[in-house]
């Protein structure tokens, strides 16, 4: 009789446990394209079609809450927090002036705890901005302090905070992102965001310290060695990638058409694969036309520049400067024009 009991609460545990991780968006849309259904990618990958009336439906599992990005088939992606349990939302394409294509933002939102304080955040940051750049980061910065300091003391051990203080600390800096995240619970700090913060910090200071970029050798895709102090180029992006990182692989059609434009006026690219397959690896720069300086360790993320560097997560780039120093902020195609006349 007791080895039938405890075959029956397993089994109801194994049917119960499924269901704890369950979420369910209802949706509707408001489209100004003719988008026929709502894409959701993050802890997952979801979709679901679009009905007549606008309504939709996602229902799936997540094992592990964590942003998403939630976008019609037309529009740009917006931001919720995906976790277990019950959405009602309404998505609105919209057009702004200077941006491409639809936008995609969700004036109504209700959904579990975690989710309610990132689209706080997330949706007030569009409402916010001032008549130069100055006044819209000021008006950034004071509101996510505000924000920050409001959750923390309301909802202490929320899983959300780090990954809000890691969109936050472009915004507020170094010295007030430290205050915060030394006030993170234990968990809060094993976080992958908290994480990054972590990785940043230990990359400043090691940056900080060194005089010039780490003189580092790596063996390109023919087989010889590439050594850093090789170049004479008046300016160098380090850019860390993989076969498998989506993103990087975007960044990579600006990079062929930044390079075709300037590689001739002393710009050069060395591309540091975080692969483990020497065949995906060779099959990537193929496709996307890399015709700079590739180098790898196929060792993943144990790639020892990225271990020296506290890489951990890609595309990252360095721009170095003819001197090897580094530039401490991502060059825009004007910067780049006038670094190298």
Known sequence: MKLVLCIIAFALFVIACPAQNNFTIRGKAELLSKSKSVLLSGPGQFSAAINPDGTFLIKGTVTESGPALIKTDSSSSDLIWLEPGEYIITCKEIRMEGAGG???RIPKHKGPKDAQITYGYTQTLYGLG?????ESRKA????????????IRNYPHSKTIPHILAKAHNFIGDEATGVFQSMLDDGQKTDIYSNGLDNYFKRKEKIDKEVVFQDFEMKKEDGTMFRLSSLSKKLILIDFWSSDCAPCRRKHLDLVELYNKYSSKGLE????SLDYSDKEWRKAMLKDKMTWINVSELQGWKTSLAKDYFISSIPFGFWLDKDRKVIRKELTEKEIEEMLR
Do not use: Q, R
């Open 140 to 151: 950034y910065s004071d509101f996510s302090i505000y924000y920050l300091d409001s959750i």
């Open 102 to 104: 639809y936008l995609l």
């Open 269 to 272: 690219i060395v591309s540091v």
């Open 130 to 134: 001032g008549k130069t750049k100055e």
